[in-house]
């Protein structure tokens, strides 16, 4: 409330619950706090209190069970510090941190033979969701069933059907087909003037979506190279010349008849990353398809080839 309603409180005129809520609350400000220091978390059994929040935070941290003798390793830093004269607060902190630095935090850590079920937990996590594994696939590993055929089965597809799983599609093919590099170069504006970022964004887009659209219906390896249909929204359909698309949400789209539209080869983002702003070559697609989609990289030039030199003639 503003400062002179609180001053209003004591006019005579006002009187009944408000002139009371007005004290009340004028009463209050610009008081110290009863109790003066630091305000902190206090144990009265700070060892045992200690043990049991390292017991919960370590194998979470490390996504496997931890041993009782490593876990007394934390403890023992933990009693050191109160020793010290520290709070149990920043003695648990000093512990929590030393946790979150050491390899067991920081690296996968995994058996030498067979992946056990909470290793096989981490990889699938991390792989889809490029996260911790959550309390059911935990548990799962927990109970030894994670690695049984139709488990795994059926916690591959619970992840990829979770909203997170959209970090593996941006990710994978980030690196898969490159997509980190389609800011790499900018479109000559006169010769393509209807370039815009609003474009570009929905290029990256129309790629995620055909991606999440194999994975979601399971469909072959055919449709990496031959589709009857594409992700489209109103702004790509206009870029494309296919008719009859209107908004900005991008969905599937059957083609027409003849359309060399809709996999990953046709689609803008992958032109745009192997061009180079202003002209196309057949070499870097080439080397693109041999290297991408057939995992056959062409061989580096030899040695003694030397390099072709740019025509500069009648250049000012």
């Known amino acids: 409330l503003p400062l002179a309603e609180f001053k209003q409180a004591e006019h005579p005129k006002i009187r009944g619950p408000k002139r009371k809520l007005l004290q009340q609350l004028g009463a209050g400000k610009n008081r110290p706090e009863p109790i003066k220091g630091t305000w902190t978390v206090t144990s ?23 041993e009782a003798e490593v876990r007394k390793g934390y403890l023992a830093k933990v009693e050191e510090r109160l020793k010290a004269g520290d709070c149990f607060e920043v003695a648990m902190r000093w512990a929590y941190r030393a946790a979150l630095c050491s390899p067991d935090f920081l690296y996968h850590v995994e058996p030498a033979e067979r992946l056990d079920d909470h290793a096989l937990a981490c990889r699938l996590s991390y792989f889809f969701w490029r996260s911790m594994p959550d309390e059911r696939l935990t548990a799962l590993a927990k109970s030894g069933k994670l690695h049984e055929h139709d488990v795994l089965h059926g916690e591959t597809e619970r992840l990829l059907g979770d909203g997170k799983s959209q970090r593996f599609v941006e990710d994978f093919l980030g690196q898969w087909m490159k ?17 815009s970022p609003y474009l570009m964004d929905s290029m990256v887009g129309e790629t995620r979506a055909y991606f999440r659209e194999l994975l979601d219906k399971d469909l072959d390896a055919g449709y ?39 996999p990953f080869l046709t ?12 002209t196309t070559s057949p070499v870097p697609r080439g080397a693109f398809v041999m290297d991408r989609l057939l995992g056959l990289p062409p061989e580096p030039p030899p040695p003694n080839i030397p390099a072709i030199e740019p025509d500069v003639r009648g250049a000012k």
């Open 44 to 66: 009265e059994q700070p060892l045992a209190d200690a043990d049991r929040l390292l017991a919960d935070f370590l194998p979470r941290a490390f996504r496997r069970p931890v």
């Open 179 to 195: 997509l980190r590099l389609i800011s790499a170069t900018d479109p000559d504006r006169k010769l393509y003037p209807e370039f």
């Open 224 to 262: 990496l190279v031959k589709s009857n249909f594409a992700m489209l929204n109103e702004r790509l359909a206009v870029h494309y010349g296919i008719p009859g698309v209107s908004g900005s949400q991008i969905r599937r789209v059957a083609l027409p008849a003849g359309s060399p539209r809709g």
């Open 267 to 278: 689609q803008a983002a992958i032109l745009k990353i192997t061009a180079n702003g202003t």
